[in-house]
């Protein structure tokens, strides 16, 4: 939902007249969320004013850069430079005349995450702005790993499912169906530098015959998908055969 600034700037008109008159602005921004790698529509701009724009600034604080810097102006007649070095990924689609100040900002990486601010400066209010937060969203890589169990008569660990840097945090859960309370399971999230997360669910149960062959499904959701991820696993228990037949072919081979 787009948010709004509003400044009352009280301006004295010539002393023979021995008024004041009243200037209510309005910068429209906005914060975004879009998905790493995607494009963002950074949009700000002036209503409800007769002032005349002079310049447009963009300032940014991201996770790669956290102290806060000019990195873009736009001019009436040289349109928009960069400052402190280019980045192609911008493009100004608004339009100064329009007093629009938007950008569009492809190819988002989780380093630019964080702080954009658009700065008009009005003649005669002087400069006016709003802040844009910019949101990441990271999928998880996904996962199941099979920990190869053998028949016995004690719990083990069957199976991990992981969701692997994502942002915000994943969900992850088994769905065991038939097998209901002969199954448990635990979760584990480790938080990274980056914003990511790994979230990590372990399968514990017996393994016996009744229960090989069974499938089960590691599910995974959360803001980050667009829907959910359902990674199927057929249980499998390894164990020796119960009888061994052995007979002879040869006088130097042997048979099963």
């Known amino acids: 939902m ?25 910068v429209i921004g906005g914060s975004v969320t879009v998905e790493q790698g995607s494009t963002a529509i950074l949009s700000c701009h002036v209503i409800d004013t007769n ?6 600034t963009w300032q940014r604080k991201t996770r ?33 005349n329009n007093k629009n100040g938007t950008l569009q ?14 700065i008009f400066t009005l003649f005669p209010s002087g400069n006016q702005k709003t802040e844009i937060p910019l949101n990441l969203l990271v999928p998880p890589f996904t996962s199941v790993k099979d920990n190869l169990p053998t028949l016995g008569t004690e719990e083990v660990l069957f199976a991990t499912c992981t969701a692997a840097g994502s942002k915000p945090p994943a969900e992850v859960r088994w769905l065991t169906g038939a097998l209901g309370d002969n199954m448990r399971s635990t979760t584990n999230s480790t ?21 090989n062959g069974h499938q089960v499904r590691c599910v995974i959701s959360g803001d980050s998908l667009s829907t959910e991820r359902s990674l199927p696993f057929t249980i499998q228990v390894y164990f020796s055969p119960t009888e061994v037949n052995i007979r002879v072919i040869s006088e130097d081979s042997f048979g099963v």
Do not use: M, W
């Open 191 to 211: 938080q990274y530098d980056n914003g990511t997360t790994t979230t990590v669910s372990s399968l514990f149960g017996v393994p016996t015959r009744e229960i």
């Open 2 to 26: 787009a948010t709004s600034i509003t400044a009352n700037i009280t301006t004295t008109l010539p002393a023979t007249q021995y008024s004041l008159h009243l200037l209510t602005l309005q």
């Open 105 to 118: 900002f492809s190819n988002v990486a989780l380093k630019d995450e964080g702080s954009y601010t658009c």
């Open 51 to 56: 002032d005349d724009l002079t310049q447009i």
């Open 64 to 96: 790669e850069k956290p102290r806060n810097d000019n990195f873009l102006t736009i001019l009436p007649r040289e349109g928009a430079q960069f400052v402190n070095g280019g980045d192609d990924r911008f493009k100004y689609i608004g339009n100064f």
